[in-house]
Structures are given as structure tokens and as C-alpha cells.
């Protein structure tokens, strides 16, 4: 069997605590299905090595990790040390770009064992798999862009603009990512979210080009919704969900949104993709470096752990990503006696919880 290089940048902040977590239950699972990986670590994209090199990468990241099949991350961002846009546009905003990783897979589910925040309309409480969506969020343009810059600096004319960029080709080749996905589930069903009430333009298109693409999928249900009462919808019946697409923004939004509804943002994984796989792709929790709560092994693994999974599926290891959701499931469960960091309500320490997924996976 052919060997999957996997490029590892653990980055800023609990990235460093949740890797080795992410990595314990990825060689497990790669023990127990047969799976040849090739581990290499990269200290690159940390506020560390911006000290050392006043750069976030090196000048030939792209000779060191493009030719891996896959980049397993976990978060970059140190604002006390880098301003956020310095360090974010120095590597991961990059990475999606130059690696032209368009589609941000993000789903979120509601798992045993975790009390969903968002009651149902008559108060009772909502059972595993009630929410059970995926956000398909662009990922390289939109307002995510670098068109734009400031005139009259430091004057009382000073103005800023950025542009919102969307092409033919990135708005076509997200959506029809989105509908093939919405196709492949039960539902069915694909939710588009717009503004093209309020940003005259650019959304506009983002609808033309929805309209335009669901005549290829009759099958599909298609909605769309203003991203204001689209908030609200995830809040008031996030099991109305299914597929939903967003442009970079909208996406990433709805993308901590959706994960928050089904209790902490801490187990929503996510996957960068190049489907053409002519350029890695890259997996990471959705949640960032935690400043907050790094250094205290407090941090909730899930997310790193899952989206360990999500590469081992798009690597084309199906079998082995299902066991390792069902380890995290089985963990989780009420009852299990497993421990819990405390964003469940725990004491654990990060590491407690990446053991007892690894010892569950090794049961199954
Ligand atoms: P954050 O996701 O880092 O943290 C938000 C809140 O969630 C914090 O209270 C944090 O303690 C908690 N949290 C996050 N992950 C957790 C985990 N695994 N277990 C338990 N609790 C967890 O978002 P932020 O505070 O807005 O950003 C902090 C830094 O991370 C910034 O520099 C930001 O730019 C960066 N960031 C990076 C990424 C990324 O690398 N993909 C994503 C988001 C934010
Ligand atoms: C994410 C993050 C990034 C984004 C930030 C850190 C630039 O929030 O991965 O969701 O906005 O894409
Ligand atoms: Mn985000």
C-alpha cells in the first residue's frame, strides 16, 4: 500500500497541546486499519519562529510541504506577540490560497453525551443526530480578498476599502461541491446563505449562480436565506439543516455558529480541500490557538481528533474514519465514565481524553 505523507504544523497556542492528541489517534488508527503514514513535523507558522525569522515560513514552505498529500494543522494566531492578520496571512490564509484549497468542509453534529444549548420550541431537549449539518464554506476569494488599501493616511481623509471577489469559476466550482454533497445525503437539501437585499453586487451573482446550478440537481431542495435570519434560524431549528453553502465569510461565521448550537465549538473539525488534489489538502480543528486557556492541557482534543479523521476519509480510508467517529461517539456517550475536559463540564486534562479515544478505538 502507498505511503500518505502527512506534513504536520501544530502552530500557535493549544495547537501544540491538541496535536500530539490528534496524532496518538491517528497512528492508532493507521495501526489498526493497515495504513503506511510518513509523519513530518514543521516548526513553521508559530509566533516562535516569526521571532527568529521575522517571516511566519520559511522562503521554500512550498518545496517543504507542497509535495505531501496531506496538512495536518493546529492553529496559528498569537495577537499578543503578531497582529492577527500579520500572522494569518503569513501561513493558513496562504496555505488555502496557494494551495488553492476551495472548499471548506465544516460539519457539525449533535453527539451523545453533549447537552445541546438550543432547546427545541416546547422546551424539551434535542437527541443525538437531531443536528446534523455540514457547512460548505469558499475558501479562497469572496471578501477574504487583498484588493483594497488606505489613502490619505493619518489624515482626517483617511479612508480603507477592500474589495469582495468572486469569480465565475470560484463561485461555480464551491457550489457544485455543495449540491453534489447535498445530492449524496438523505435530506437532500441545500441552503444557500445571501445578503443580496443589502450587498447589491457581489450577492446577487452569489444567487444567479445558485439558481443557475440547481437546474443541473432537480432532485435537491434548494433555500436560501439573508445570513441575518439565517443566524437566527440556526439558533431557533438548527435540525432544519442540512447543506449549507456561504461565501468566505458567511461561511466562516456560520461555521462557529453551527458548532456552538451543538454545544462547544472545541469538537467542530473542518477540511481545507483541493479536490483536483493537485495540492495538499489541509485539516484543522475550526477553533483557534485559545489564548485564553493555552499552556493548562485544558483544551477539548475532539476537534484536532476529527479532523484527523476527515483526512484519513479524503485519503480514502472510509473504514478508519468511522471508527474513530465512533471511538469519539463512544467516549462521549452519558454514562461512559470517560473523562471530560471542562468545556463538557469536566476536569480532564487535554491528554486524558486523547488516551481514551485512542484506547476506544483500539477496542472496537
Ligand atoms: P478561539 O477558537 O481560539 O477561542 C474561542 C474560545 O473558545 C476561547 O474561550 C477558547 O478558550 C475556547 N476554545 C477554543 N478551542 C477550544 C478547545 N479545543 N477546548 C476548549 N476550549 C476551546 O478563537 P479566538 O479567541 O477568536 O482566537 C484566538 C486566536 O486564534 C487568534 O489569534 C485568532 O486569529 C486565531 N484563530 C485561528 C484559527 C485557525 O488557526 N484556524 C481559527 C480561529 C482563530
Ligand atoms: C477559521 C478562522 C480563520 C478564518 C482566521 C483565523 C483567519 O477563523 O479558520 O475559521 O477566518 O478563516
Ligand atoms: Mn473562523
Known amino acids: ?23 496518538r489517534v491517528l497512528e492508532a488508527a493507521a495501526d489498526k486499519f493497515g495504513i503506511d503514514l510518513q509523519i513530518d513535523h514543521f516548526d513553521f507558522s508559530s509566533w516562535q519562529y516569526f521571532e527568529r525569522h521575522g517571516q511566519m515560513l520559511p522562503d521554500n514552505w512550498k518545496d517543504q510541504i507542497g509535495g505531501h498529500d496531506a496538512i495536518y494543522f493546529g492553529a ?5 506577540k503578531i497582529p492577527d492578520h500579520v500572522s494569518l496571512w503569513g501561513s493558513l490564509l496562504l496555505f488555502r490560497r ?3 484549497q476551495y472548499v471548506n468542509l465544516r460539519p457539525a453534529r449533535l453527539m451523545p453525551g453533549i447537552t445541546c444549548p438550543v432547546v427545541r420550541r416546547d422546551g424539551s431537549a434535542r437527541a443525538p443526530g437531531e443536528i446534523d449539518m455540514v457547512i460548505v464554506r469558499e475558501n479562497t ?35 457544485k461541491f455543495a449540491f453534489d454533497l447535498a445530492q449524496s445525503r438523505p435530506k437532500k437539501h441545500l441552503t444557500s446563505a445571501t445578503k443580496s437585499n443589502g450587498i447589491a453586487i457581489t450577492m446577487p451573482y452569489w444567487d444567479e449562480r445558485v439558481a443557475e446550478m440547481a437546474k443541473a440537481y432537480p432532485d435537491v431542495t434548494v433555500d436560501k436565506f439573508h445570513i441575518d435570519i439565517l443566524t437566527a434560524h ?15 465569510l458567511f461561511g466562516d461565521i456560520l461555521s462557529d455558529l453551527g458548532p456552538a448550537c451543538t454545544g462547544t ?33 485544558k483544551a477539548n482534543p475532539i476537534g484536532q481528533i476529527w479532523s484527523g479523521a476527515l483526512m484519513l476519509d479524503f485519503l480514502g480510508h472510509r473504514a478508519a474514519h468511522d471508527a474513530v467517529l465512533q471511538a469519539i461517539e463512544q ?34
Not at 477574504?144 to 466550482?173: K, L, P, W
Not at 470517560?338 to 463540564?345: N, V
Request: aromatic letters at 6%; proline letters at 7%.
Open 265 to 297: 465549538i472545541a469538537i467542530a473539525p473542518s477540511a481545507n480541500l483541493n479536490p483536483g488534489r493537485t495540492h495538499p489538502s489541509l485539516f484543522e480543528p475550526v477553533h483557534g490557538s485559545a489564548p485564553d486557556i493555552a499552556g493548562q492541557a
Open 331 to 364: 467516549v462521549l456517550a452519558p454514562g461512559s465514565g470517560a473523562p471530560r475536559t471542562p468545556d463538557l463540564g469536566g476536569c480532564a486534562k487535554t491528554q486524558d481524553l486523547g488516551r481514551a479515544i485512542t484506547q476506544a478505538l483500539q477496542s472496537l
Open 141 to 175: 476569494e469572496g471578501e477574504y480578498s487583498s484588493i483594497g488599501g488606505r489613502m490619505f493616511a493619518g489624515t482626517e481623509r483617511e479612508i480603507v476599502m477592500q474589495e469582495t471577489v468572486m469569480s465565475r469559476v470560484g463561485v461555480d466550482r464551491v457550489l
Open 98 to 100: 496557494e494551495f488553492d
Open 1 to 23: 500500500m502507498a505511503t500518505h505523507k502527512i506534513a504536520v504544523i501544530a502552530g500557535d497556542g493549544i495547537g501544540q497541546e491538541v496535536m500530539p492528541e490528534g496524532l
Open 76 to 80: 496559528v494566531g498569537w495577537p499578543e
Open 234 to 248: 440556526f439558533v431557533q431549528r438548527p435540525d432544519f439543516f442540512d447543506v449549507v453553502v456561504g461565501s468566505n
